[in-house]
């Protein structure tokens, strides 16, 4: 089991900036990414980033390419997500994720993921 504990959300303006974190402790080795997702109300929970602990190889949703980075700290177990130029629509409930044990199909893929952290909001504001 993984656990994870994310911090960093808050409220903006338009335009804005945060920084999101994840620690994780536990089983960490088990897993070979870890992912951001978020959920607006009323939407389903949807892909934002992910990057791989091994290489750093990250991916990103269209959305926020060009804006959001992801990055991590292999020593610290901690995973981040900047993020830039934000717009009311970044507005949601942000969750970080650790990919589940064996083969990962797409890491854009909720289900790829079987650990999960509480969430931080994140509220732009026009």
């Known amino acids: 089991q993984v656990q994870l504990v994310e911090s960093g959300g808050g409220a903006v303006q338009a335009g804005g900036s945060l920084r999101l974190s994840c620690a994780a402790s536990?089983?960490?080795?088990?897993?070979?990414?870890m992912g951001w997702f978020r959920q607006a109300p009323g939407k389903e929970r949807e892909f934002v980033a992910a990057i791989r602990w091994s290489d750093g190889t990250t991916y990103y949703a269209d959305s926020v390419k060009g804006r959001f980075t992801i990055s991590r700290d292999n020593a610290k177990n901690t995973v981040y997500l900047q993020m830039n130029s934000l717009k009311p629509e970044d507005t949601a409930v942000y969750y970080c994720?650790?990919?589940?044990?064996?083969?990962?199909?797409?890491?854009?893929?909720?289900?790829?993921?079987?650990?999960w952290g509480q969430g931080t909001q994140v509220t732009v504001s026009s």
């Open positions: 536990g089983r960490t080795f088990s897993s070979k990414a």
């Open positions: 994720a650790a990919t589940r044990p064996g083969f990962i199909i797409l890491y854009s893929i909720l289900s790829m993921y079987n650990n």
